[in-house]
């Protein structure tokens, strides 16, 4: 069957972030469960505004993140309250997905999406989760039934998650991996009305 693949975004391109910091520990937890994780930081995704032209670097690096997205079981999302919604910069790379439109499997179809919102109090980040949650559907994804909305100062100590959050985290992973496997061991099935 393979090896479970799951790319994970990251929404800040600030230094030691806590959006990075949290994803990274959710990705942790997914190799940790047997998959391979292609993680993006928020450098990598700082391409130019989609719709805009690209040169022959911002092609390339566009084209890594559609192959990435679409050999992927699964995807993990971190982003920073920007306001009370996701960044610009990791909505600019979900709208990249449109290159995907035409793919067997367009967007995020049929995958595990967990989403990770981070901010300075609670209110962003929810909103933000909402925003996240909002988006995995209107890709055709399937964000996970936890999602981690969590207020940095609390969720964070010198760049170590609280136990709490770690544990939200973990499971989220889990909910990942396991929706991956299930996903593949279904695919010999028809689906409904095929």
Aim: proline share 5%; hydrophobic share 45%; aromatic share 4%.
């Amino acid at each position: 069957m393979g090896v479970i693949r799951v790319v994970a975004l990251c929404g800040s391109q600030a230094p030691q972030s806590s959006t990075e910091s949290l994803l990274r520990v959710a990705a942790t937890h997914a190799e940790l469960l047997g998959a391979d994780v292609c993680f993006f930081r928020g450098e990598q995704l700082r391409l130019p505004l989609y719709g805009s032209p690209a040169d022959a670097r911002d092609a390339a690096a566009v084209g890594e993140l559609l192959a990435s997205v679409a050999a992927a079981d699964g995807v993990l999302l971190g982003s920073p309250s920007h306001h009370g919604s996701l960044s610009g910069l990791l909505k600019n790379a979900i709208d990249y997905l449109e290159g995907l439109r035409d793919h067997a499997n367009p967007y995020l179809t049929d995958k595990a999406v967990g989403c990770v919102a981070v901010g300075a109090g609670t209110q962003g980040p929810v909103n933000t989760m909402r925003s996240l949650r909002d988006t995995v559907h209107s890709l055709r994804g399937w964000p996970t039934p936890l999602g981690v909305a969590v207020d940095r100062a609390s969720a964070l100590c010198q760049g170590i998650p609280s136990p709490a959050v770690e544990h939200q985290l973990a499971m989220v992973s889990r909910q990942v991996v396991e929706f991956a496997l299930a996903r593949r061991a279904g695919a010999g099935e028809r689906r409904v009305g095929n």
